[in-house]
């Protein structure tokens, strides 16, 4: 592990009202959305009265990584090439795993998800964990076996609850205990949880427990369980004292981040070696957000806490980041200005570059994209959009392996990201339509992408 760039889940029933939760039942479940993936407010090691229990009871060294996934590969964050090939590679690959459940809701049978969803359930928390530069994390199976009786819980009654009462269709202790120290998600299972725990969404959410427990540096034990509609990821476990510690952790990440990830302008900055025992390190901060091309971003503070994971955070939301499919590489300067935290300077300013993971840049300065096909009557559209710098790029378009003919992307703005789009006659069969780009000053390209088309 290397320096990076240096620079449904629920709350506190017992004092929702206070913490600002969201509504609550008098049986301390949450209200949700039926068809929605839901998340509450996220676990705090002081919500869980099985916390003091849990620290006695776990007798596995620190240090010990048996029993957690190798990462599928290193993430450079410098590295364009890197952050897309993990995109594409890891994150793209586990997303769609499904839970794979072989429980039964209407017996309370808990079951387990199968050894595909689960591994793909800790290879997604190892790949964000490893996107902000933190040691992997391992799933112990003893938590996972009573995470997944919480996932049973939430499930069988269609709501969220950190303390889900006795009364309950499904309870079981086990299952209550592993409520109180768990992410909960209803609507998701799996690696798609693990997902929506790091967007952290929601108005009840602003501090984003969520992900701050799945990319702590000093919780690298955990469990999991899913039923296939339900998550339960046991993030409060003994922290560990010999985890490698960032100087920052960013989401969105410093450096080049895919932004097909971008969680919907809720950004957040952790100083893992900050807390709120001593002076808040953010109390008098604000947060400019701007890109290098020059628009400037309306930015509101929403919150500074310590409390979930390791050290002080400080989120902001981010207003009209306008990130199209097929967008040229877009950089964002965030500053910080009013920090007050030993090893920091009062103004501190890092970098985030969005990219579109399904574009490539070539040595020559060109971009490309394809964005889609269709069919209309006898006439099909290919399209997509291309970047160069310095020309204009040109786009071979090709069918069935048939060159046939090239295009020059319209491009009033070297920075500007445009269109081009080739049509043509077909008659009944099946095609496949590749685009390559090209800068007519250099030699090279690279086919982007096919399409095929069935008529």
Known sequence: MRLRIAPLIIGVVALAGLLGGAPVGADGSEATNAGKPQIGEPPTSQTSPFQSALLDAVATPRVDRAGALAPHMEIDNASRNSVRNAYNQWFLKDIVVPAGWN????????????????????????????????????FDAGLSVKAQKAALIMDANSSLSHYPPSNWACWSEEGAEAAGNSNLALGAAGADAVSLYME??????TSVGHRRWVTSPDRTLMGAGSTNDANALWVLSEPDEAAYVPTIIAWPTAGYFPSPLEPRGRWSLTIPGADFFGPDPFA???????????????VTIVDSSSGYG???????????????????????????????????????????????????????????????????????????????????????ISRNGKTLGTLVATRPRLDDMKGWQYEASISA???????????????????????TVVK
């Not at 901060?285 to 701007?290: A, D, I, N």
């Not at 339509?433 to 096919?450: E, I, L, M």
């Open 103 to 138: 429980g039964n809701r209407s017996t309370c049978t808990p079951g387990m998800p199968s050894t595909a969803g689960q591994n793909a359930t800790l290879s997604m928390v190892n790949y964000f964990r490893e996107m902000v530069g933190v040691e992997p994390a391992r």
């Open 284 to 298: 008098n901060v604000s947060v400019s957000v701007r890109e290098t091309t020059g628009t400037a971003h309306d």
């Open 310 to 396: 390791m050290g002080a955070t400080i989120v902001f939301e981010v207003k009209n980041i306008k990130l199209a499919k097929g967008h040229a590489d877009t950089t964002f300067r965030v500053t910080l200005t009013g920090l007050d935290s030993p090893g920091f300077p009062s103004t501190y300013t890092y970098y985030v570059t969005m990219i579109d993971p399904a574009t490539t840049p070539l040595a020559n300065g060109v971009y490309g994209a394809v964005e889609g096909i269709s069919l209309s009557g006898n006439k099909v559209k290919f399209y997509g959009k291309a970047k160069g710098v310095g020309t204009q790029p040109t786009v071979v």
């Open 429 to 451: 069969g099946t095609y496949k339509y590749c685009a390559h780009f090209a800068n007519p000053s250099a030699p090279g390209g690279w086919t982007v992408d096919c399409r």
């Open 200 to 205: 952290d969404p929601g108005w009840n959410n």
